[in-house]
């Protein structure tokens, strides 16, 4: 696809639905420029592409896209990357081998899972690969190297488990990727747990992919139920932000109760919101959820000097809180990180919910007591018997 003299949204669309019955993943180490002032994501004509894979692709059980979640290190987010941010997506950030963050790793709330892409001591260890000219390399790096594998794991689970849905992929991904000696160099993230017992981080995600657990796990899998989609409430009154002045909004939903779009169990949130400031990159927004797990949805970057276009609809993600239960208040936090007095107005902020009326774990064995599965699915049933 990147081998054109320029890119256009239909080549985009085209590479994205190529064969969906045939081909069930899709690797991509591409995106917006990782400059730290790019924000740009799929076109029209590419997003459709991609959800009708994930609707209709591999014959009803959709197609698995794998996204790298960038090289713009900490100068740059990954949720202003669309492509990477997408819920229809996989995105996968990197770790180097001895369990610390690389230096080119962005950090967002959309990433799920990470996987090993360089050496620390010798930075000229990389991945071994085919290279351009035919041979071989040992040097290939970057969530560019991350992703591909990531979309290897994943085919050892559907040859373990052809019937995997796309969504099935996604909970396998949550329930057994490791956090193991994973941390970030610079103690800017640390370690968090979520509503439900769930352990994640800022630049991780769920952890690093455990090839071996998840064909484990897929080989004993029932499909997770039907997935819902959720418009939880909307803030449309228009409010400054000022460096002195953070603002928080609230939004108290149900969840959509007694509607057929009912979501009592969380796979991706999305806050859409449109803001605008003097100067974008100055901007960080946080999402709390009824749980009380505080997602950051947009840290600084320092590079993004935007004073005009700012964010219009922008779907900012978080799978930091998967698995908990949405009704309640859910907050926003908008506020400028500057040395400088700046100023900005968000004009909207929608929150769609996205995931399950019923539980999704039922009817799963969980020997190990300590594993992710079991903790989740003890929350769930301990919530069914209040309820």
């Known amino acids: ?154 085919a050892l689970a559907l040859e373990a488990n052809p019937q995997l849905s796309w969504r099935d992929i996604q909970h396998l991904t949550v329930l057994t990727s490791k956090r193991n000696s994973l941390f ?63 603002i928080r909004l609230k939004i108290k939903t149900d969840a959509c109760a007694g509607t057929e779009y009912a979501v009592n169990y969380l796979e991706h949130v999305q806050a859409v919101i449109s803001v605008n400031a003097t100067r974008r990159g100055d901007l960080e927004l946080f999402l709390t959820s009824p749980m009380g797990t505080r997602s950051m949805i947009l840290s600084r970057r320092i590079n993004d000097d935007d004073h005009r276009d700012g964010f219009s609809k922008w779907p900012f993600m978080t799978t930091h809180t998967w698995g908990e239960y949405p009704q309640g208040t859910w907050l926003l936090e908008v506020s400028f990180n500057s040395q400088k007095p700046q100023h900005g107005w968000i004009r909207e902020w929608t929150l769609m919910l996205h995931g399950t009326r019923e539980p999704p774990y039922t009817g799963l064995p969980a020997a190990d007591p300590h594993s992710k599965l079991a903790i989740v699915k003890k929350a769930h049933e301990e919530r069914s018997t209040a309820m």
């Open 1 to 154: 696809m990147l081998d054109q003299p320029y890119m256009t949204d239909l080549i985009e669309a085209n590479s994205m639905g190529h064969e969906p019955n045939l081909i069930d993943i899709y690797s991509a180490s591409w995106g917006p420029t990782d400059d730290g002032k790019t924000v740009d994501g799929p076109r029209n004509a590419t997003m459709r592409a991609i959800v009708r894979g994930v609707n209709e692709g591999r014959n009803g059980l959709g197609n698995i896209y794998v996204w790298a979640s960038g090289d713009g290190g900490e100068e740059d987010d990954c949720n202003c990357d669309g492509y990477a941010a997408s819920m229809w997506t996989v995105s996968i950030n990197s770790a180097i081998n001895d369990g610390q963050n690389a230096h080119y790793d962005e950090s967002c709330s959309s990433t799920l899972a990470s996987t090993f892409s360089n050496g620390a001591k010798d930075p000229n260890t990389g991945v071994a690969t085919t290279d351009l000219y035919g041979k071989c390399t040992t040097t290939h790096s970057g969530t560019s190297a991350a992703a591909p594998e990531a979309a290897g794991v994943f």
């Open 184 to 246: 970030d160099a610079k103690r800017r993230f640390h370690w968090t747990m979520n509503g439900v017992g769930l352990e994640f981080n800022h630049l991780f995600g769920y952890g690093v992919l455990d090839a071996g657990a998840m064909v484990a796990l897929a080989k004993k899998w029932k499909t997770v139920p039907p997935r819902y989609h959720c418009e939880a409430g909307s803030f449309t009154e228009m409010q400054e932000v000022t460096s002195e002045r953070s």
